[in-house]
C-alpha cells in the first residue's frame, strides 16, 4: 500500500521560506523512474499543480511559482522536496505530493502539509 507522508510546512511572514518534505513508502523498486509532483490547495479552490520532476531530474513548474519555488527529490531516500522561496500570502494552501501521471496523482492523497504566509 502507497503511503505519502508530507512534512514541513508551518506559518511563515511574505517573503520567507520553507522547505517541504515528502516521504513516499510502498511504491515499486522502479519508483526512481516516477514523475514526482507537488500540488496544493487553497480553501475554496480546486487542488492545482504546482511543480513536477521526472526520473531523469527535469523539472516543471507552474507559472504562479516559476522562480521561486525548487523542486528535488532523493530516490534513495524515497523522498521529494520542495524548497519554496519569497513567500506569498497567495501560497498559502496545503501542499501535497504524489506520483504523476501526465500530471494527474496516481495514489490516494496523504494528510498534506499546511503552509501559512501571512504577516
Known amino acids: 500500500q502507497v503511503q505519502l507522508v508530507e512534512s514541513g510546512g508551518g506559518l511563515v511572514q511574505p517573503g520567507g521560506s520553507l522547505r517541504l518534505s515528502c516521504v513516499a513508502s510502498g511504491i515499486s523498486s522502479n519508483a526512481r523512474f516516477n514523475t514526482m509532483a507537488w500540488y496544493r490547495q487553497a480553501p475554496g479552490k480546486q487542488r492545482e499543480l504546482v511543480a513536477t520532476?521526472?526520473?531523469?531530474?527535469?523539472?516543471n513548474y507552474a507559472e504562479s511559482v516559476k522562480g521561486r519555488f525548487i523542486i528535488s527529490r532523493d530516490n534513495a531516500e524515497n523522498t521529494v522536496y520542495l524548497q519554496i522561496n519569497s513567500l506569498k500570502p497567495e501560497d498559502s494552501a496545503i501542499y501535497y505530493c504524489?506520483?504523476?501521471?501526465?500530471?494527474?496523482?496516481?495514489?490516494?492523497w496523504g494528510q498534506g502539509t499546511q503552509v501559512t504566509v501571512s504577516s
Open positions: 504524489n506520483v504523476a501521471v501526465q500530471g494527474a496523482p496516481r495514489f490516494n
Open positions: 520532476i521526472t526520473g531523469g531530474d527535469s523539472t
